[in-house]
C-alpha cells in the first residue's frame, strides 16, 4: 500500500517547486505527477501522422519523497503529516500521525 494515491492534496517540501500545492494525478513506482506542477514543452518533428510538428506540452515526475499530505487545511495554512498504517475491521487503512485520524 502506497502512502500516497492518486487524488491527494500534496504539498512540495523539496526542491524548485517547494510550498507549492497540488493534486496527485498518478503514481509510477516512486515518483508522481502533480495537476498543473512541473510541465515542459518539447519539440514534436513533423511526420506521416503530425504533418505541421509543433509544440507539446509534457508532465515531469517529482520524487515522492519531495511531497508531504496535506491534513488539514485552514485558510491559507495547510498542515503536512506523514502517513502511518492501522488495522480496522481487518482492513488496513491510511491514518495521519499527526492527529492519529484516519486518511480517505
Keep these: 500500500m502506497k502512502r500516497i494515491k492518486k487524488d491527494d492534496l500534496v504539498k512540495v517540501i523539496a526542491g524548485g517547486l517547494k510550498g507549492k500545492t497540488a493534486i496527485v494525478t498518478r ?10 506542477l512541473n510541465t515542459r514543452s518539447r519539440h514534436i518533428a513533423a511526420n506521416r501522422l503530425n504533418q505541421q510538428g509543433g509544440k507539446k506540452d509534457v508532465q515531469l515526475p517529482i520524487d515522492i519523497s519531495n511531497v508531504a499530505l496535506i491534513v488539514e487545511e485552514v485558510k491559507g495554512t495547510e498542515k503536512t503529516s506523514k ?3 492501522a488495522i480496522k475491521n481487518d482492513k488496513k487503512t491510511r491514518v495521519a500521525k499527526l492527529n492519529n485520524k484516519e486518511v480517505k
Design 27 to 36: 503514481v509510477d513506482g516512486s515518483k508522481v505527477y502533480l495537476e498543473n
Design 83 to 85: 502517513i502511518g498504517y
